[in-house]
T-cell receptor
Framework: EAQVTQNPRYLITVTGKKLTVTCSQNMNHEYMSWYRQDPGLGLRQIYYSMNVEATDKGDVPEGYKVSRKEKRNFPLILESPSPNQTSLYFC?????????????FGNGTRLTVT | AQKVTQAQTEISVVEKEDVTLDCVYETRDTTYYLFWYKQPPSGELVFLIRRNSFDEQNEISGRYSWNFQKSTSSFNFTITASQVVDSAVYFCALSPSSNDYKLSFGAGTTVTVRA
């Protein structure tokens, strides 16, 4: 089944404890992206990747890191999480960037930082 | 810079009523794509429709219809004869047709359909 898989679905952590949210897609998509969803703000792009070893900042990159060493994986890293990073996170992928391809989303990761 | 505005935060209707969701966008690009996504209570994001900026034809898919008007920079979404299963958050989104691929979402409109 074609899908974008995020793990974990739920994560509760404490301020400053490094964490990684994994994202993997099995559709051979070039483009991958991370979003955070907050009430009243919709989805905001954190980072995106056009292909392997090609990543760029979205609208809210502060406090996050990503890597794209393989086409299928695009982990989101929070080196020192803070409470303002409590949010619902979505990973997404699409075949081609800039071609209007709809995004395929993972099921989301709900992160709570205390 | 590009921006998507969904002025309606919440809409509540009774089953079988029609509901229209407004979406207004801003962009300097001449070529762009507009999208609608649905987020049901289960939380996943579901793609509904994509519209190219050169294609201003309205589209109907079952009980869903979309009205794209470039002159007013609007891409409105209507659910006809709403059902309880239509209860969800609906997002409008915009992306330029360029190598700098940034998809911008509106804040979303929560639709509640009461039986």
């Amino acid at each position: 089944e074609a899908q974008v898989t995020q793990n974990p679905r739920y994560l509760i952590t404490v301020t400053g404890k490094k964490l990684t949210v994994t994202c993997s897609q099995n559709m051979n998509h070039e483009y991958m992206s991370w979003y955070r969803q907050d009430p009243g703000l919709g989805l905001r792009q954190i980072y995106y990747s056009m292909n392997v070893e090609a990543t760029d900042k979205g609208d809210v990159p502060e406090g996050y890191k990503v890597s794209r060493k393989e086409k299928r994986n695009f982990p989101l890293i929070l080196e020192s999480p803070s409470p303002n990073q409590t949010s619902l996170y979505f990973c997404a992928s699409s075949p081609l960037a800039g071609e209007g391809s709809p995004l395929h989303f993972g099921n989301g990761t709900r992160l709570t930082v205390t | 810079a590009q921006k998507v505005t969904q002025a309606q935060t919440e809409i509540s209707v009774v089953e079988k009523e029609d509901v229209t969701l407004d979406c207004v966008y801003e962009t300097r690009d001449t070529t762009y794509y507009l999208f609608w996504y649905k987020q049901p209570p289960s939380g996943e994001l579901v793609f509904l429709i994509r519209r190219n900026s050169f294609d201003e034809q309205n589209e109907i898919s079952g009980r869903y219809s979309w009205n794209f008007q470039k002159s007013t920079s609007s891409f409105n979404f209507t659910i006809t004869a709403s059902q309880v299963v239509d209860s969800a958050v609906y997002f409008c989104a915009l992306s330029p047709s360029s190598n700098d691929y940034k998809l911008s979402f509106g804040a979303g409109t929560t639709v509640t359909v009461r039986a």
